[in-house]
C-alpha cells in the first residue's frame, strides 16, 4: 500500500508518498480502507522528530481516518466488512490503509459524508473527554478555548454552548472571530489587539471563567491562570506557546483552582482512563446531534495524501479554519 513517509526530521518538504508494508490485522483490530485523514498539530511534531508515536504503534502519522472496514480480526464484534467507520488512532492514518483497535471505532454518522467524517473522531474525543468528562463544563458556567477556529477550538465552541456554556474564544483576524460567533461564540477576542484576560474580566464582572480549555501552554499559563473564577478549571491539550513555565501557586490556591494536563495520544486502548471510554461517550452524547446537524465537522479543504507537505505549510501557518484533509490518490 502507499502512505505519507518522513525521510528524515525536519520540515514539510521530508515528507514523500511511497510504498509501505500493509498494516497486519491483530486480535481484538480491524483494518481501514481509508477514505481519508486529518492533519493535527501533533502530526507537525512527529514530523520534526518531537513527539515519537506510542510504543506499539504505526510510525505512519495520522490521529484519525474515515473509510470502510475491509477486514475484521479475532474476537471482534459488532462490526463488519462494509461498514462504514471513522475511527481514532495512534497513528497510521495517512495512509491507503490502517489497523486500528476495534474499540476506537465509531460509525459514520448519519448525513455525514464518509470522507468529512475524517475530520471528527480526534476533535470530539478530545473536547468531550477534557471539558466534560475532565473540567466537568455545566450549564451556566462560563467557558473559554484558546485558538477557536482550529479544529478543536471549533468542536469546543459548538459543544460548549449545545451545553448551555457562555463560550469566550481567542483567534488571530476578524474573519476567524466571525466563524467562532457564527458557531456559538459569545464573546470572541482578537488576541493580536486585545488582552484576552482583561477581556473576560469585563465580560464577567470581574468573575473569571470556569474552565479553560488551552491549546498553548507556557505561553499562556499565567494569564490563563488570571482569567480563571473561583474554583475555575484550565486544561492544557498542547504547547504551541511552549513546555516550561513558572506557576504563582498563590494565584491558583486564593482561586481554589486546578490545573490539569492531559493527552489523548498515549492512553491506552483499553482500561482506566482509556481511549474506550471516551469514544463510547462520544458516540452516546455527541454522534446524536452530530447526525441531526447540531454539532458539524468544520473543513478547511481536502488534499490528495501526495501533498502532505501543502496540507502541513497550511497548519503551520494557521492559514485553515476548522480541520484539512487528506485523502489517498494523487
Known sequence: MRAVTISEPGGPEVLGWGEVPDPVCGPGEVVVDVAATA??????????????PPKGASAVLGLECSGVISEVGEGVTGWSVGDEVCALLAGGGYAERVAVPAVQLLPRPAGVELATAAALPEVACTVWSNVFMLARLARGENFLVH????????????????????VFTTAGTPAKLDVCRELGADVAVNYRDEDFVERVRAETGGRGVDVVLDNMGAKYLARNVEALADGGRLVI???????KAELDINALLRKRGSVHAT????????????KEAIVAAVRHDVWPDVERGTIRPIVDRRLPMSRAAEAHRVVEASEHVGKVLLVPGQ
Open 263 to 274: 493527552a489523548l495520544r498515549s492512553r491506552p486502548a483499553t482500561g482506566p482512563g482509556g
Open 147 to 166: 485558538g477557536g477556529s482550529s479544529g478543536i477550538g471549533t468542536m469546543a465552541i459548538q459543544l460548549a454552548a449545545r451545553a448551555g456554556a457562555r
Open 237 to 243: 491539550i498542547g504547547m504551541q506557546g511552549g513546555s
Open 39 to 52: 492533519v493535527n498539530r501533533a502530526d507537525l511534531l512527529q514530523r520534526q522528530g518531537f513527539y515519537p
